[in-house]
């Protein structure tokens, strides 16, 4: 299994040393983790600030080391909030810093107005409003190329308010064929974030009607992620996301060195996986 979206103590909202999660991730049976700390680039967000980068790679190595021989690859990992706002910022990061990574994710978690996604948001605007801009902002994060993945990529059905939580994909098929054009220029790819099947929505972010969309569409770039902020969630719902897919017509997930991917075969993994693993 691979888990290409875990947390550490370096991120904002995560007390997780990387230790604990690479144990978790051996007792899981994810072979390959990708730890993709929170780079927050807003002046506003309560993490702008808090990533040390040679910190986290310092930390990384003692982590390699302490792990080698064990049949786990840890890959170094980021996950890069996104937003036209801070497109120079972000832009500066990646120049310094993305070629010391094996794996980048591009997140959008902001509204139009820059400011993060959260309940809050629907209260003066309806959703069709918040996902139009949002799918925008996920099309602005892909044309820039820096990105190998784009996380959660319908993220804001989390954040729906209980009076709202009627979210239907088909309402915004129309506006994801060009997010779905906008991957496959770039040869870049989304993730299955299995994060919103332990908390709202109840659903993978996003779940099997985007992906059958965006097979049908010509894609075929995907990758798995929990987005797990403890060591208890590493490796949690990857075996079903595996299933999934395949039923949605995806051959292969990626798995990535030196921000390259490459395919695996979902059959291949899921014959490695045993049931109490996952």
């Known amino acids: 299994m691979f888990d290409y979206h875990v947390h550490t103590e370096f991120s904002v909202d995560c007390k997780t040393p990387m230790r604990e999660n690479c144990a978790a991730a051996l007792a899981a049976g994810v072979t390959e983790i990708a730890l993709t700390d929170h780079i927050d680039l807003r002046p506003s967000d309560p993490g702008y600030g808090y990533y040390r980068a040679e910190e986290y790679f310092a930390s990384l190595e003692r982590v390699r080391a302490e792990f080698a021989g064990q049949p786990l690859v840890i890959l170094a990992g980021a996950e890069v909030d996104f937003h036209s706002q801070t497109e120079t910022s972000v832009r500066a990061f990646i120049e310094r810093y993305g070629s010391d990574y094996d794996f980048v994710i591009g997140s959008v978690h902001y509204a139009a107005d820059g400011e993060l996604i959260y309940p809050s948001t629907f209260a003066s605007r309806t959703p069709d409003d918040v996902f139009a801009d949002h799918f925008r902002e996920v099309i602005r994060s892909v044309e820039t190329g820096w990105f190998d993945t784009i996380g959660h990529m319908d993220i804001p059905k989390r954040y729906l308010p209980r009076h ?41 972010m996003p779940g099997p009607a985007i992906v059958r969309w965006y097979v049908d569409h010509g894609g075929s770039r995907i990758t798995t992620g929990t987005d797990s902020h403890t060591a208890k969630t590493v490796g949690a719902s990857v075996r079903e996301t595996l299933e999934m897919l395949q039923l949605c017509g995806v051959t292969a997930v990626l798995s990535f060195r030196q921000r390259r991917g490459t395919p695996v075969a979902i059959g291949q993994l899921l014959g490695g996986i045993s049931p109490d693993a996952a």
């Not at 939580?165 to 299995?194: C, H, K, S, W």
């Open 164 to 204: 709202l939580r009627n979210y239907d994909p088909a309402r915004y098929r129309e506006l994801l064929g060009p997010v779905f054009d906008a991957l496959i220029a770039q040869n870049m790819a989304f993730e299955i974030n299995t994060s919103g099947i332990r908390q709202a929505p109840k659903a993978s």
